[in-house]
């Protein structure tokens, strides 16, 4: 009997001991538990967004080394230039993209007749090719930087219309030249065509550039190695388009337009007269320039304002 009580004390005597020590662990220590979850409580104020320093853009030269060289001899299927379709208003401002370079590499602000849609009647032309001058838009054409045919033969074979078109009348792609310059330069590369004035070298080649690199285009060796040449030229003003300032291929700010009035009831346009109402000549100075003097009554642009013995002959 008293080993039993004995045996009863020690039993209670150890399970409040055990108690003791369970408390104070309790206490003194936080469960591993509560300890998680006071390391992933997120802050109220969230770290500001890390901020990637792009660097410099990289220089045509840069561009030019990094081009990709396929000198194989001929892409699939043939080149159809009808398959580019150019001279579309891609911008929609009513003038197609011929219009819009005229617009753009004009020296002086252009003449806009928009009576019906949009088409350039004076302005004032440099051909940055060969130095020729001009006044009369007619006379110049509007030349593809990279050519069409190079563009196809660069990788533009893979390409569908849509984005065909969209080169076909890119404005960094487009120049006003003469006609002449153009016609000699057709689709040739340039290790085959350089224009005859040196001083456009520059801007050539770094247009050249950037509308491969930018196009996703492939170059040959040759061709690769003749731009690095021309490139050699470039001075401390860059890629500068000679006698016309600002590179405007490589969206350059245009000289700008002036949109000719419109017609007045009679068809003369403003002062009066019986011309074609769809062509306005602010002077005679703007009708000479545009190739139109003399202008003969019942002509496109003669208004009596420009007649002044009134013999139905303006601007003799």
């Not at 150890?14 to 538990?33: D, K, L, W």
């Not at 949009?118 to 838009?137: A, E, K, M, Q």
């Not at 703007?286 to 190739?291: L, P, Q, T």
């Amino acid at each position: 009997m008293g080993a039993s009580i004995i045996a009863v004390g020690l039993l209670v005597a150890a399970c409040g001991g055990s108690s003791s020590t369970s408390t104070s662990t309790s206490t003194s220590r936080p469960s591993p538990s509560s300890t998680t979850a006071e390391s992933t409580v997120p802050s109220s104020v969230a770290p500001a967004p890390r901020q990637v320093d792009p660097g410099p853009a990289p220089s045509t030269r840069e561009q030019l080394a990094a081009l990709r060289i396929d000198d194989r001899p001929s892409p699939q299927g043939r080149y159809d230039r009808g398959a580019w379709p150019h001279w579309d208003d891609i911008e929609g401002n009513g003038c197609d993209a011929r219009q819009d370079a005229l617009i753009a590499w004009s020296v002086v602000p252009a003449t806009v007749d928009r009576t019906r849609g949009c088409r350039v009647i004076t302005g004032s032309w440099i051909s940055p090719y060969d130095g020729v001058t001009t006044s009369v838009p007619g006379t110049f054409d509007v030349d593809h930087l990279v050519p069409l045919e190079n563009a196809f033969n660069s990788g533009g074979w893979q390409w569908d219309s849509t984005r065909r078109r969209a080169f076909a009348n890119d404005p960094r792609e487009l120049v006003v030249t003469s006609a002449s310059s153009n016609r000699s330069k057709g689709s040739d590369p340039p290790d085959a065509w350089r224009p005859a004035n040196r001083d456009a070298w520059c801007a050539y080649a770094t247009g050249w550039v950037a509308i491969k690199v930018t196009w996703g285009l492939t170059a040959t060796t040759e061709e690769r190695d003749a731009l690095g040449q021309m490139l050699d030229t470039c001075g401390p003003a860059g890629a500068v388009w000679p006698g016309v300032g600002a590179a405007v291929a490589g969206g350059g700010t245009p000289a700008g337009s002036t949109d000719a009035p419109p017609p007045t009831p009679d068809g003369g346009g403003t002062g009066g007269g019986s011309g074609g109402g769809e062509v306005y000549y602010a002077n005679c100075s703007a009708a000479r320039a545009a190739g139109a003097a003399p202008i003969r009554r019942g002509d496109p642009g003669y208004r009596s304002a420009l007649d002044g013995d009134k013999d139905g002959v303006a601007c003799e």
